[in-house]
């Protein structure tokens, strides 16, 4: 018998499909314009009734557990979800990382896989049909959840930006981003693509692929690979890890600072030197962010609230 004072919020995300129809206002010319530019229409068309089954199947196991509200995607930063609210996240591993950061510390999140042809689903150990399973374990707190260490950069003014996967720092446009970072008694002036910083859950995203980059000019010249890409990092270790982006030497710029470890000990910190457009965002969502023009500087370290995944 369904619970009428259980919630559940059920996310979603747009289908690339409904965001081409988004931007070209109708279903027929956004087929039209895929198809006069040679792109395979059908794929956007499967991967929508994909994901609305996916959401259908969802929507029906969650519905005997409780009042359930679906939300998109985009309207999670300004949502106020409640201290007893469940959550699922329905949609690619991404979704997991914006959902998480939102949530009250302690508040477990239920990653849905929607397509698993299609998605690697790393963050996504559940698919639609297995709610029915999960739910009840979930709400008698006896499903296993794994917690998960996110960063959080602080500004000298107070804001404030957490990340599950990754922070940014640089600028809005391809333009070198102008700062000074220092940890400890290092510091050095740099210009670069900006700094990323990952976190354990990170590491298989962005992190991953900038040591792929190195690890490919290392092998062209010769050099011995300097990390090992396979080596799974510990989601809930206390340690995140930073690096530049194409750092540039130069007479006023260095780049010895390149790649390296926080810890709650040893935060990172960066002053802006860029008059205008400099930014701070977290796991990929650039809508939501943070300025950081000159004056401005941020402390990055091991945030005091823990992400929780149900596996």
């Not at 059920?10 to 988004?22: A, K, M, N, Y």
């Not at 690979?225 to 510990?234: K, N, S, T, Y």
């Not at 600072?257 to 977290?282: C, D, R, W, Y």
Request: charged share 20%.
């Amino acid at each position: 018998m369904t619970d009428s004072s259980q919630k559940i919020i059920l996310v979603t995300q747009r289908t690339r499909l409904e965001d081409l129809i988004c931007r070209y206002n109708t279903y027929g010319q956004a087929e039209f314009i895929i198809s006069h530019n040679g792109g395979d229409f059908a794929d956007y068309r499967l991967e929508h009734e994909i994901y609305q089954g996916a959401m259908h199947t969802a929507l029906s196991a969650l519905q005997a557990f409780g009042r359930v509200q679906v939300l998109d995607r985009d309207l999670v930063p300004n949502y106020l979800f409640g201290k007893q609210d469940i959550v699922v996240a329905l949609g690619r591993d991404g979704l997991v990382a914006n959902v998480l950061k939102y949530l009250l510390d302690g508040q477990p999140l239920i990653g849905v896989n929607p397509d698993p042809k299609r998605w690697d689903g790393k963050l996504l150990p559940f698919f639609p049909e297995d709610l029915s399973k999960i739910l009840p374990e979930v709400l008698h707190q006896s499903r296993n959840v794994q917690s998960i260490t996110l960063a959080q950069a602080t500004l000298n003014d107070g804001q404030m930006l957490r990340a599950v996967n990754d922070l940014f720092v640089g600028r809005q446009t391809h333009a070198s981003a102008r700062y000074e970072i220092s940890q400890g008694s290092a510091r050095e002036n740099q210009s670069s693509s900006g700094v990323i910083v990952s976190t354990g859950l990170g590491a298989t995203g962005w992190l991953k692929s900038v040591l792929t980059g190195a690890v490919g000019i290392a092998k062209f010249y010769g050099i011995p690979a300097p990390m090992e890409l396979g080596h799974p990092i510990d989601r809930s270790a206390s340690v995140l890890f930073y690096t530049v982006r194409e750092p540039y030497p130069s007479a006023s710029t260095g780049a010895d600072m390149v790649f390296g470890q926080i810890t709650a000990k040893t935060p990172l910190q960066i002053v802006s030197h860029m008059p205008e457009n400099g930014v701070i965002f977290s796991d990929g969502m650039e809508q939501d962010f943070l300025q950081f023009n000159s004056g401005a500087m941020v402390t990055i370290g091991i945030a005091d609230q823990r992400g929780y995944l149900v596996v």
